[in-house]
Nanobody
Framework: QVQLVESGGGLVQPGGSLRLSCAAS????????MGWYRQAPGKQRELVAA???????NYADSDKGRFAISRDNAKSTVYLQMNSLKPDDTAVYYC???????????????WGQGTQVTVSS
């Protein structure tokens, strides 16, 4: 069984930084794109950033220049470095990955349980 386990959320003051981590565990053949989404109260879940297995990145316009996504393929882990945080960044952040299981016929999408990020003074 595959699991995505997130860590690194918490309370931070405006202008501060946080680094989120998400590690995939279990038995699988490969991981394609990994990404971060967030969902604020009363809003739809939205893409924050994504990164392919070869390192190509994609960011939401609101996060460009402030956030940086990276991954360590050997550790099956994706990171999100968040700088210059604003109150509007407050949300539950979810890890997402496309994973091919042993014996599978293609990539399936998996989600982490979410980690709360609160930006407040």
């Amino acid at each position: 069984q595959v699991q995505l386990v997130e860590s690194g959320g918490g309370l931070v003051q405006p202008g501060g930084s946080l680094r989120l981590s998400c590690a995939a565990s279990g038995k699988f053949l490969s991981i394609n794109t990994m990404g971060w989404y967030r969902q604020a109260p009363g809003k739809q879940r939205e893409l924050v950033a994504a990164i392919t297995s070869s390192g190509t990145t994609n960011y939401a316009d609101s996060d460009k220049g402030r956030f940086a996504i990276s991954r360590d393929n050997a550790k099956s882990t994706v990171y999100l470095q968040m700088n210059s945080l604003k109150p509007d960044d407050t949300a539950v952040y979810y890890c997402n990955a496309q994973i091919w299981l042993f014996g599978g016929t293609g990539y399936s999408t998996y989600w982490g349980q979410g980690t709360q990020v609160t930006v407040s003074s």
